[in-house]
Structures are given as C-alpha cells and as structure tokens.
C-alpha cells in the first residue's frame, strides 16, 4: 500500500453535495425517521441470526445424516454472510442504531465471523470509503497480485486466465480472516499508526486478536470435534464449507459495485490531488445493482445500494431505496453519473468481463 497523502478536491461549485445533503436531511425531517435502524431491521437481525446459528445447535444436538449435515453448513455459510452484511456493517458504521453501545455491540458480530473490529474498521471504514477505487490506497482492490483490477495495476502472465479461476479464490475471503488476515493487518495497521477513531493500544490489539481466534476456533471446531461423533476431518470440511460459501457471497457482492468497467479507477495527479472533490468521487467509482429486487435489497443489507451507502454510510440501510431517489435526480440535475446495473446478472456478466479485459497483456507504448 502507498503511503502518499492522497486530498480530494474541493472544487465543487455547483454544491452538489451540500444539495444532496439538504434534501437527505428534510427527508428524514418530514418523514419524521431516524437514520438509524428501526424494527425492521431489529426483525432481520433476528432472522440472519437464526440462519447463521440454528444449523449450527442442530449439529451439535441431533443425529443427522451426512448429505444433511452438508446442506446446513451451507446454510450456515448463507447466514454467516447475511449476519455480516446486514447486523455487523451497520454497527461498525455506527448505523445500526442511535445508541454507541448498540452499534459496538452489533459492530463486535464480526467476531463471530472470524474477522476482528479494528481490522475491519480501518481497511472498510478508513481505506475503502475515503480512497474508493484507487489503487495502492484502497485496500480491497488488492488482491495478493493473484488478481488483477485495476490497470493500474502489474499484469501477471496467469492474469489473462483470472476471469475462470478468481471465482474459486472468492470463497476464501472469511477463511484467511480466521487464519491470517487479521494477523498481518494488525501488525500492519498499528506500524502505520491507523485507526478509526482512537488508536488502540497494540498489546491490548494484540491480545484481542490471539484471545478471540482461540475462542473462535474452540467453539467452530474443538467442541464440534469433542461432541459430535464423526471423524476430524468431516467437522474441518463443514467449518471450510461454511466459510467458502459466505466467502463467495460477501465477495461477489462487493465487486458487483467497484470491480466493473462501469466503475472508475482513478489515480491523482503528481500532488496527489484527486480531480473530483469525494462525494462526487464516489459517483465516479461505485456502482448499484437490482435495487427493484426486494430478496437482494433485503439480504445484501443495502450493498447493493452502493451508491446510496458510500455518500452517507452513517445512513442505515434500510432506508437506502427511499433516498436513491434522491441521490439519482440529484446526480442527473447536476450532470453527474449514477450508475446502476438492473438486474443482479448484468452486473455479474459486467464482473467477470472486467476481469476478462484486465488479464490482458497492456500494450506498451513508447
């Protein structure tokens, strides 16, 4: 990662935003609605929880054949994904709710999928939102150099095939957590004296780190092992099972929104300004899908309102389809683009092309 101060410029003469900003505002005033969650986020909360944790209190409790053991670690890894994108991106946003115990409490879910508070703070709340789609700056862009997105980036001879295989590497996002990722941000984090809010105390960090992994893996594998009365490597490949499909999902859903040619991937200048002050940055940069189809509204937990969620993250998503509205005629009466695939297919389709063009070998000229 890049450590050149990146500024957003603050040219906007127009006031896109601060028009933007107003009309969100009244909406809510005249609505008479909090930005926050309400009930009906408070009843999917419930319902991701018991997707996630049902299968899981049945394994454990009842003699079940393989093929069906199978099908509810699946099941687990759809839940797993459904608890991360709707209950724990809320609250580490700070969304969830009004209250700052609700939203820490919601935020710390993360810890039952693998992953750690602080990590996810800075490379989601810090890196990705303020340098969306820049390369060396935005995080989630990288990819060990296995895949290639941006042209900005070094092409691999193993590149032009990504398009068949990255598919494949999508299932392992939630599995690194549990094993290293959380690791190596941390030690990378603290060296770079990040941090969203207060910077944390690093033996503190550390031992959040180390303490909650040994508990994760004691309660996803160890009691497993010691209860249930099937060989070792069955509960292994149920604990893998699980995280390669909320792996897939939670992957495929972000790069559906940064990940496509729709999407721009621009670079500052040699001052390291970028050209468009950061809310209209993110017009440029993200991209929405099938935000008419009520099953992906509700599961994704508004990601698929990407453009909705990058302008105002502090919103819930639960009111994101009200005030795309908003956000869409705003962007057309300021001759801004609003980018939007209808359906979840054409984005997908629009994916894998982008990563079909970014295998190939870039020309040199000169």
Same mark, same amino acid.
């Given at each position: ?5 990146? &500024? ?49 209190? *049945? ?11 199978? =099908? ?10 459904? /608890? ?82 990255? /598919?494949?590497?999508?299932? =392992? ?5 549990? *094993? ?6 941390? &030690? ?25 992994? +040994? ?14 009365? +099937? ?16 792996? /897939? ?6 790069? =559906? $929104? ?28 993200? /991209? ?42 705003? $962007? !057309? ?19 894998? !092309? ?6 190939? !070998?870039?020309?040199? +000229?000169?």
């Amino acid at each position: 990662m890049k450590t050149t101060q990146i &500024r957003f410029s603050r040219k906007d003469p127009a006031n896109f935003f601060k028009t933007l900003n107003t009309r969100v505002n009244e909406y809510f005033k005249d609505k008479n609605l909090k930005k926050t969650g309400n009930w009906k986020l408070h009843l999917k909360t419930i319902a991701m929880f018991v997707i996630f944790l049902t299968p899981y209190f *049945l394994l454990l409790t009842l003699n079940i054949s393989g093929w069906a053991q199978l =099908l509810l670690t699946i099941v687990m890894g759809i839940g797993m994904a459904g /608890v991360g994108m709707n209950v724990m991106h809320d609250g580490n946003h700070g969304s969830y709710s009004s209250k700052k115990w609700v939203n820490n409490f919601m935020g710390s879910t993360i810890y039952i999928l693998a992953g750690n508070v602080y990590n996810w703070q800075v490379q989601h709340n810090v890196l990705h939102h303020t340098y969306t789609n820049i390369h060396g700056h935005d995080e989630d862009m990288e990819a060990g150099r296995i895949l290639r997105f941006s042209k900005h980036a070094e092409w691999k001879r193993f590149h032009k095939y990504q398009h068949l295989y990255s /598919v494949f590497l999508y299932g =392992l996002l939630t599995f690194n957590w549990a *094993l290293t990722t959380d690791f190596k941000q941390t &030690r990378d984090y603290l060296k770079r004296k990040l941090s969203y809010g207060k910077f944390p105390n690093p033996a503190k960090q550390w031992s959040i780190v180390v303490v909650s992994k +040994i508990l994760y893996i004691s309660i996803w594998i160890v009691v497993p092992m010691l209860i249930l009365s +099937i060989a070792w490597w069955k509960v292994i490949l149920g604990f893998f099972i699980m995280h390669y499909v909320a792996g /897939v999902i939670l992957s495929v859903v972000f790069q =559906l $929104a940064h990940m496509v040619k729709e999407a721009q991937m621009p670079l500052p200048d040699e001052t390291g300004t970028m050209k468009n002050t950061w809310a209209i940055h993110q017009l440029f940069t993200t /991209v929405n899908f099938a935000t008419k189809n009520k099953i992906v509204n509700w599961y994704t937990g508004g990601l698929n309102h990407q453009v909705e969620h990058h302008i105002f993250p502090n919103i819930s998503h639960i009111h994101y389809t009200k005030i795309s509205r908003i956000v869409k005629e705003t $962007a !057309k009466e300021f001759n801004l683009p609003y980018h939007e695939f209808k359906t979840t297919r054409k984005a997908v389709l629009s994916h894998f !092309k982008h990563l079909k063009e970014m295998g190939v !070998k870039p020309v040199l +000229i000169g």
